[in-house]
């Protein structure tokens, strides 16, 4: 069983601002997550910390990033829509597992285009 953290201390959360122009927006979106990615790589657990995993969901998607493995703990991107994972406090080590290895193989297919 996983637990959920939806914020990292120091890291704050990057909000829309009205009348920004969304290319902004988004370059802080992927910053933070950037910052996220590396300070679960520096605090956290076993070797899949860091990582950054994703779930469908409605018409986007649910983001991670592994901040533990024993236990297993994740940390919620709560930028764009914020979606969390039906579930998600149920994930075991094998669903992250199987989430980074699809995450990988996607990445090598679509690594030209």
């Known amino acids: 069983m996983a637990a959920i953290l939806d914020k990292v201390q120091g890291i704050p959360v990057p909000k829309f601002k009205t009348g920004e122009p969304f290319e902004q927006y988004r370059a802080r979106e992927e910053k933070y997550i950037e910052d996220v990615k590396a300070y679960a790589a520096r605090r956290g657990y076993g070797p ?63 690594k030209g285009v």
């Open 48 to 110: 899949e910390r860091g990582e950054l995993i994703s779930f469908p969901v409605g018409d986007g998607k649910a983001l991670y990033v592994v901040l533990s493995t024993r236990p297993l703990v994740l940390i919620l991107i709560t930028t764009g829509d914020s979606y969390r994972a039906q579930f998600d406090n149920r994930m075991t080590l094998t669903d992250v597992r199987r989430a980074i290895r699809v995450a990988k193989t996607l990445t090598s297919i679509f």
